[in-house]
């Protein structure tokens, strides 16, 4: 029997492995919970080890597939007259290829050696979906931000992930391979020992751990790095800035007395100009606001108050991401008190996750439920708006869309910019941070005893993450070629 046959098997364990995707509206049971012993979860992570060695995990056997064919199939159910737009945003660089390309990862990382330790999977865990944002405290947080692909699954798929993204943006910023093989490792190195860290841990303590900017500043204080220090206070205190007052005067203007959202296609299209005309935009505005009228019902009763204190003034539809364009995505300006308290929210669809040809399918049905979930399972903390709901629309489908602010003091690194020793210090924060988020929903002290004290799984995902790269490149070259080719159309630089 594998360690994955015997998670199968076996009762949910409150060790955490209840929490992953657990099956919605459950009734109740009076059913006794089997609890495993520290001794037990330890055994575990040794026989997985046993099963599934750490050095299997520098092996990468991608077989003779069609990259473009794999970005092609996931385009099938998107707007396609935003696709152009997609691939052309992927061919800006091999990185943001790799940003866009999750599903392609996915098919890769398949047939490789698992490790059968499960845990809630960000399932796009790239240092681009790692950044800054307002926790409910107003306290400026360092999280995971992107769970569009959540989905439990062997935790080295997020590692490998992680990994592969730091050796890509070092690439792209000319690091040495020297450098490059240093921010790889610390990356690996710090989400192992984080890990070993955590399963010592009592539940409660690894439940409320969370990282904040003030900790990173003291830490680079500490460490005597003031410069650094310096600028993340004062990237900080922009972030801080960077809300729905700043969204509602960079994204709207007065029209008759009363505001709207600027036009500015195709990234920014409002409802009137989607309609052809009073009938479709009429009923497009009807099929918008109840998604965000229906959607309510799945907050909790304080934040619904809250939101139903707020008016909603006006609707557009907006390109957002790299990977995530195509899918249909809507921004909600509400109004408050006044016309200086302003309320922005993103209203976007969840389609199947790239991980679930792959894995099994998720529990929820709903694919926006799928998302809040594991999104409020890996964060320390969750946006006090976020929520979902499903609708038949226009065209008859069904379809899931969660809803969230759309500026909430969000920070993220700026890869233009990043040097070296900047990349090694993010890969620091990152490596904890899913650590933690993987602590929470997965096996921890199974994990830990799994990847050991030693370097072996760190040596192991530096060797994949610097093959992977290679291939990249190669699938990012033969996306170029589809386009010269005339296959596909990418509109470059929108």
Request: with cysteine.
């Amino acid at each position: 029997m594998t360690v994955t046959d015997e998670f199968d098997q076996n009762e949910r364990m409150a060790t955490t492995d209840n929490l992953i995707d657990p099956e919605p509206d459950t009734p109740a049971t009076s059913a006794r919970i089997a609890h495993r012993t520290v001794a037990e979860r330890t055994e575990l992570g040794r026989r997985a080890r046993a099963e599934c060695p750490r050095a299997s995990h520098a092996r990468l056997e991608p077989g003779d597939r069609d990259p473009v064919a794999l970005l092609e199939a996931q385009a099938a159910t998107r707007v396609p007259e935003l696709l152009p737009i997609r691939y052309g945003r992927m061919l800006v660089s091999p990185f943001t290829f790799f940003r866009g390309a999750a599903a392609v990862m996915a098919h890769d990382l398949a047939p490789l050696p698992q490790s059968g330790l499960e845990v809630q999977l960000c399932g796009d865990a790239h240092l681009a979906n790692f950044g800054g944002f307002a926790s409910p405290e107003r306290d400026l947080v360092f999280d995971l931000n992107d769970f569009d692909e959540t989905l439990p699954g062997p935790f080295e798929w997020d590692v490998k992930r992680l990994a592969a993204s730091f050796e890509v943006a070092a690439r792209h910023r000319n690091c040495t391979s020297a450098e490059r093989a240093e921010i790889v490792k610390t990356a690996v190195r710090v989400y192992r020992d984080a890990m070993r860290q955590f399963a010592g841990l009592g539940n409660m303590d690894v439940w409320y751990s969370h990282f904040s900017a003030t900790d990173l500043v003291a830490r680079l204080r500490t460490g005597h790095d003031e410069r650094q220090a310096d600028a993340l206070e004062r990237a900080t205190a922009k972030a801080r800035t960077k809300d729905s007052m700043r969204a509602f005067k960079k994204l709207t203007h007065i029209v008759d007395g009363e505001p709207r959202i600027i036009s500015d296609p195709p990234l920014i299209v409002p409802i009137d100009e989607l309609a052809q005309g009073i009938s479709d935009r009429d009923a497009l505005e009807a099929v918008v606001r109840s998604v965000f009228r229906e959607y309510r019902k799945t907050l909790p009763p304080d934040r619904r108050h809250l939101l139903e204190e707020f008016e909603c003034v006006d609707i557009a539809r907006k390109v957002v991401g790299v990977g995530s364009v195509g899918t249909r995505c809507w921004i909600v300006l509400l109004l408050g008190r006044d016309a200086d308290d302003p309320l922005f929210l993103q209203i976007k669809e969840a389609e199947q996750s790239v991980l679930e040809p792959y894995l099994r399918p998720s529990h929820y049905e709903n694919h926006a439920q799928r998302v809040v979930a594991g999104q409020q399972l890996m964060q320390a903390v969750s946006d006090i708006f976020i929520g979902w709901h499903r609708l038949t629309g226009l065209d008859g489908h069904s379809r899931d869309f969660y809803c969230r602010q759309l500026w909430d003091w969000k920070i993220s690194v700026n890869l233009e910019t990043i040097l070296s020793h900047g990349l090694q210090l993010y890969a620091e924060v990152c490596g904890w941070t899913l650590a933690r988020g993987h602590a929470r929903s997965g096996d921890r002290i199974a994990i830990a005893e799994y990847l050991g004290k030693g370097d072996a799984f760190d040596r192991a995902i530096c060797e994949f993450a610097s093959t992977y790269a290679d291939l990249n490149e190669r699938d990012y070259k033969a996306l170029e070629q589809a386009v010269r080719s005339g296959r596909i159309e990418a509109e470059i630089g929108v």
